[in-house]
């Protein structure tokens, strides 16, 4: 019979790979906590709706990228991104009577039906952190603050923070009045989506991957240029928060976010790739969404940053963020009283944290020790008949090839931990 595929765009993480992503979540978690972030976990599928108001229905997402499908009658889609999914979560559990501001975050999956290429899959992963209740720009400078100290702590050395504003609905307008006049001398050589987006929401003009209509849009008038005061106070005084906290950024009045739900501040961060670039982050504030959503008005901002694309930078510069800790100790029984005594001491050796191994297969010694060898065991040690007999046997090094004799009484676990410990502090120097 012929063998299943998994389906384009998605991938299988391999256990060689699967201990680097237990350490980015962990990264993640921490600095999440350390600036005050807690996780929210949030259901794989919505109610369709939900992306409908929440993300826009004049973004691609919606428009070309969902995963919905039909049970009975209702539909149903497989969340396209986070920050819907959070706000209804919060609105539908309370939490914004809870002290203010709320800052969670989250790791997810999420799954867009695009065309499959370097760094876009239709299954992928985002750490993504909200935080509601504060209009302050401070906030806006705590949420960019976070992003930053993740790249730069995780060791992406060559990212870069481009930062705009895209003002409140009343700028909005007079500025899409202004996109609009621009485009309608260029309408015939736009693509079929943007003929749309005129009608619809000019901004989304500038964030066409069009060829042709990139190079309309480049001369596009600024919408820096129609903010409003509070507007424009907002976007000084964020400037000034980040020059406050020495996170570098240049101002991009072409960035707009792809979604509609976004209000003044918008930013990504993005690294070279080949001869193009990736966004690895972005995000921006959403003052709009919450009400959007059936909530009471609430200003809230958050980011959402692609895990895959996150760990293909890193690789890029050669960074692995843990090598797996496969196995410290393999043990070589020889015989079946020796087995006995084998798996009786892997045992303990694991309830103390140990990671032990032993064989199950009914190797010989020479097949257990090419095994040990594959797994990378940091330690073998042999038991037979005459290791049982005179209570001792010898612990070999396998990268030093130092050999330590040891008894094998009620102690072996305890000594044995006190020089795994020595040799990976050695191994860290
Ligand atoms: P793009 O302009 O690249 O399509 P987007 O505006 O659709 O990005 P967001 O919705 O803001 O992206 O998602 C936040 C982050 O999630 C992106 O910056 C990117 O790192 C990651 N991301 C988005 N789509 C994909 C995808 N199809 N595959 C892998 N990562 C993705
Ligand atoms: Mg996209």
């Known amino acids: 019979m012929a063998l299943l595929k998994r389906p384009n765009g998605t991938r299988d993480t391999l256990p060689s790979e699967t201990s680097e992503w237990q350490a980015l979540e962990g ?16 259901p794989t599928f919505e109610h369709t709706d939900l992306f409908a108001r929440g993300v826009g229905e004049t973004t691609d997402v919606v428009q070309k990228e969902m995963y919905t499908f039909e049970i009975g009658k209702h539909s149903y889609t497989l969340r396209p991104e986070g920050t819907a999914g959070v706000v209804r979560a919060v609105l539908e559990n309370g939490l914004l009577n809870e002290a203010l501001p709320l ?14 290429q370097h760094g876009r899959q239709r299954e992928f992963h985002q750490f993504g952190v909200e935080m509601a209740g504060s209009s302050s720009p401070a906030a806006d400078a705590e ?46 050589e736009l693509c079929a989506t943007c003929h749309d987006r005129m009608e619809r929401n000019p901004m989304r003009l500038l964030d066409c991957k069009e060829a042709k209509c990139k190079v309309i849009a480049k001369d596009a008038p600024s919408i820096l240029e129609y903010l409003c005061d509070d507007c424009k106070a907002h976007f000084a005084q964020l400037k000034h928060n980040l020059e406050l906290l020495n996170i570098s950024y240049t101002v991009d009045s072409r960035i707009v976010r792809g979604l509609d739900y976004y209000t003044k501040t918008v930013f990504e ?15 921006g504030r959403y003052d709009g969404l919450v009400e959007e959503l059936g909530g009471n008005p609430t200003p809230a901002l958050g980011f959402g940053m692609g895990l895959e694309r996150l760990l293909a930078t890193l690789h890029d510069q050669g960074i692995t963020l843990s090598e797996p800790d496969p196995c410290c100790l393999y043990i070589v029984p020889m015989g079946e009283k020796a087995a006995d005594m084998a798996m009786k001491l892997t045992n303990q050796l694991r309830k103390e944290g140990s990671a032990a191994q032993t064989d199950v297969m009914g190797r010989s010694l020479r097949a257990q020790m090419k095994y040990a060898d594959r797994i990378g065991a940091r330690f073998t040690m042999v038991i037979g008949d005459n290791e049982l007999e005179n209570g001792e046997a010898v612990l070999k090094n396998m990268k030093t090839g130092e050999k330590i004799t040891m008894k094998l009484g009620d102690d072996f676990v305890d000594r044995f931990c006190d020089i795994e410990i020595a040799d990976r502090l050695a191994a860290e120097e």
């Open 103 to 116: 800052k969670l975050f989250y790791i997810l999956s999420c799954f867009r039906h695009e065309a499959v």
């Open 269 to 283: 961060f993005i690294v070279p790739d080949g001869d193009g670039e990736l966004t690895v982050c972005g995000g």
């Open 27 to 42: 990264f993640l978690c921490e600095t999440a906590h350390i600036n005050g972030f807690h996780e929210i976990r949030i």
């Open 143 to 188: 949420v960019i603050g976070l992003a930053n100290q993740i790249l730069t702590e995780a060791g992406v050395g060559n990212a870069s923070l481009r930062i705009n504003s895209i003002g409140c609905p009343t700028c909005r307008k007079q500025y899409s009045e202004a996109l609009r006049n621009y485009f309608a001398p260029h309408t015939a």
